[in-house]
């Protein structure tokens, strides 16, 4: 019993020490002139046009709220200066044919930007390139909604 308390007192002591440390360490901080790190944030606007993005309300308020924020778009990439908003757009240019535009792929063009000879390129390679993918891609859609 006794070797009880000698623990109860061992770490009661051990405690009090830790926290006094603490405390001091929190005093001198306090002590010391605050330097404001960051430019005080603007209001927030308030997003009149709510979107549904989920079926979750509170996510739904968290992105609506982040899109209304605006902050986000000026967000660089690796230091390099560009806002997400001329990231966006590079990526648009670059890969905008993906998205459904009606543009023609050029499979010599690709493989010269590769460093391979467009001659060298197989043609199941270029067929695959150069397939339309979209009946695929509904299939695909239909069978998921049907699941």
Do not use: F
Not at 43 to 50: A, G, S, Y
Request: hydrophobic residues 35%; without cysteine.
């Amino acid at each position: 019993m006794k070797k009880k308390t000698n623990i109860k007192a061992v770490i009661r002591k051990i405690v009090r020490e830790e926290v006094a440390m603490a405390i001091h360490e929190v005093i001198t901080e306090l002590k010391l002139p605050t330097q404001q790190v960051s430019k005080p944030k603007q209001k927030r606007k308030i997003v009149e046009k709510q979107q549904n993005y989920t079926k979750n309300p509170i996510l739904n308020d968290v992105l609506n709220e982040t899109a209304g924020d605006g902050d986000w778009k000026s967000i660089t990439s690796n230091g390099a200066g560009k806002t997400l908003d001329s990231l966006q757009n590079t990526l648009s240019d670059s890969y905008g044919d993906m998205m459904g535009s009606s543009q023609d792929i050029n499979v010599d063009e690709m493989a010269a930007d590769a460093n391979v000879n467009p001659e060298a390129v197989p043609d199941h390679v270029t067929n695959a390139l150069t397939r339309d993918y979209s009946e695929l891609m509904k299939a695909v859609d239909k069978r998921k909604e049907s699941k």
